[in-house]
Antibody, heavy 116, light 112 residues
């Protein structure tokens, strides 16, 4: 059974950093592109970026809205996906999801609140 | 960025009624490889989005065949032929032909 389980969310002050994790199971992790998406409460989702699969060298693409502040990485030995978020702002407050379009599957999401 | 405009924003339907949701793109979603990367998702209250349709018209595994997708270029439609109570929620179209990938603003389906 495919599972994606996000963790690491919570409350962070403006200007702070946070790393989200996504534990993957039930599929061959290295075969798939993995995405991060966020969704502010009551609004549409926003794609943040993805990291490619092994066949495509694990390279990354980002939404310009977060490029330079957010970094996506993966640990293929642990089947883990990460989102490092720096210089956080109030507008980064949202539920963050990891997902694969190809599986297709979205995790249950983790909430991040940026507030003083 | 590609803007996806969904209409209507809210849809009120009775059980058994057929409904359609429109998704119009600000640019053609036909990729140079010949594919059109337009998907539909359903987000039920308190849940993560659930993929329904990919490549405009292909149903994801396990999705009931009362759902269908159509369209090309910039105009796309999701049709539900005989709404059931479990279909309520917010429907989103999304594109991944062009970077950055984008989502429509959503259509909320409510059951009368």
């Amino acid at each position: 059974e495919v599972k994606l389980l996000e963790s690491g969310g919570g409350l962070v002050q403006p200007g702070g950093s946070m790393r989200l994790s996504c534990a993957a199971s039930g599929f061959t992790f290295t075969d798939f592109y993995m995405n991060w998406i966020r969704q502010p409460a009551g609004k549409a989702p926003e794609w943040l970026g993805f990291i490619r699969n092994k066949a495509n060298g694990y390279t990354t693409e980002y939404n310009p809205s977060v490029k330079g502040r957010f970094t996506i990485s993966r640990d293929n030995t642990q089947n883990m996906l990460y989102l490092q978020m720096n210089t956080l702002r109030a507008e980064d407050t949202a539920t963050y999801y990891c997902a694969s379009w190809e599986l297709p599957y979205w995790g249950q999401g983790v909430m991040v609140t940026v507030s003083s | 960025d590609v803007v996806l405009t969904q209409t209507p924003p809210t849809l009120l339907a009775t059980i058994g009624q057929s409904v359609s949701i429109s998704c119009r793109s600000s640019q053609s979603l036909l990729h140079s490889n010949g594919n059109t990367y337009l998907n539909w998702l359903l987000q039920r209250t308190g849940q993560s989005p659930q993929p329904l349709i990919y490549l405009v018209s292909k149903l994801e595994s396990g999705v009931p065949n009362r759902f269908s997708g159509s369209g090309s270029g910039t105009d796309f439609t999701l049709k539900i032929s005989g709404v059931e109570a479990e279909d309520l929620g917010v429907y989103y179209c999304m594109q991944f032909t062009h970077y950055p990938f984008t989502f429509g603003s959503g259509t909320k389906l409510e059951i009368k």
